[in-house]
């Protein structure tokens, strides 16, 4: 059976079919699409079961390993996902049963991972994680996702709701942070981390709030690396591709505390889960 390896987010879906062999991948018939899940639930499987069609060249002789955000029922593949506007029309429904009616495939060829766990799991198998017996995998955009590996087992942290300072970890590690600080403290709007890129920004601030960031990350990073004998971090996720800007702080603080570890950005982008989704069926 060929591998197809999906990514599915609130408002994106990407697969491929993905070809393993000792620690390396290999894709092809990449397919994405931006998908509006706020819609009836009709609509938002028929857009990824297209997607998923097109990655398999429309043939049923496959095994479907679909990355997906929680909460949800892995095992049964049923969301759990609600009061977030996105998927709301899935909420309890067994969303593997309904993509195995419109592939016209039996659910048994479908596998849900969460989709922190499948980024970690992919980096680890061909990425920039493969060399680590312990690590911890950060993905850093809208939301904070997390995940552990301890020798061969992987598992979601969902440490996006840890205590941290005077709130949790999310409050301070994702895109509203940038937002509100960069706000907060120098009166300027942005929408996001690309805009402190921009050449019309200035430098001395966007560098400034970058370090202050990164030293952010460190102090959350360091007490979870002490506890797991972590030897690295691999960080993904959009605000991980500024991180040449930010990761040095992040690193700096960190063997200043005593606990010097690697840091290593993903090497393979949002293509990790593709491959993390599809281990279960090796």
């Known amino acids: 059976m060929k591998l197809i390896g999906v990514d599915i987010g609130g408002s994106h879906i990407s697969a491929a079919k993905v070809g393993l062999q000792e620690g390396n991948a290999i894709f092809h018939n990449f397919h994405e699409a931006d998908v509006n899940t706020y ?30 955000p929680g909460p949800y029922d892995y095992e049964k593949g049923i969301s759990l996902i609600k009061d977030q506007g996105k998927m709301s029309s899935l909420y309890q429904m067994s969303v593997k049963d309904l993509l195995a ?26 990425g920039a994680g493969r060399n680590f017996q312990n690590s911890i995998g950060i993905t850093l955009g809208t939301g ?37 600080y960069t706000f907060e403290h120098y009166g300027l709007e942005i929408s996001g ?26 102090e959350f990073l360091l007490p979870y690396l002490m506890r797991l004998h972590a030897e690295g971090v691999v960080v993904g996720g959009k605000i991980s591709l500024a ?37 279960n069926f090796i």
């Open 39 to 68: 819609v009836d639930q009709e609509s938002i499987i028929s857009e990824w079961t297209n997607v998923i069609l097109r990655a398999a060249d429309y043939s049923k002789d496959i095994t479907v390993g679909i990355a997906m």
């Open 101 to 126: 009616e419109s592939l016209k495939i039996s659910a048994d060829q479908i596998h849900f991972t969460n989709d922190a766990e499948a980024f970690l799991i992919g980096e680890s198998y061909a």
């Open 144 to 180: 904070l996702g997390s995940a552990i590996k301890i020798q061969e087992v992987v598992k979601d942290a969902m440490l996006w709701t840890a205590p941290f300072r005077d709130g949790i970890a999310e409050d301070y590690l994702g895109t509203a942070w940038f937002v509100n």
């Open 193 to 218: 981390v690309k805009d402190l890129l921009n050449e019309s920004f200035d430098s001395v601030i966007s560098k400034q709030i970058f370090e202050t960031f990164g030293r952010a990350l460190g």
């Open 243 to 279: 991180g040449d800007l930010y990761l040095p702080t992040t690193i700096s603080y960190l063997a200043t505390m005593g606990y010097p570890v690697a840091i290593k950005k993903s090497v393979l982008g949002e293509r990790a889960a593709l491959i993390g989704s599809c281990l």
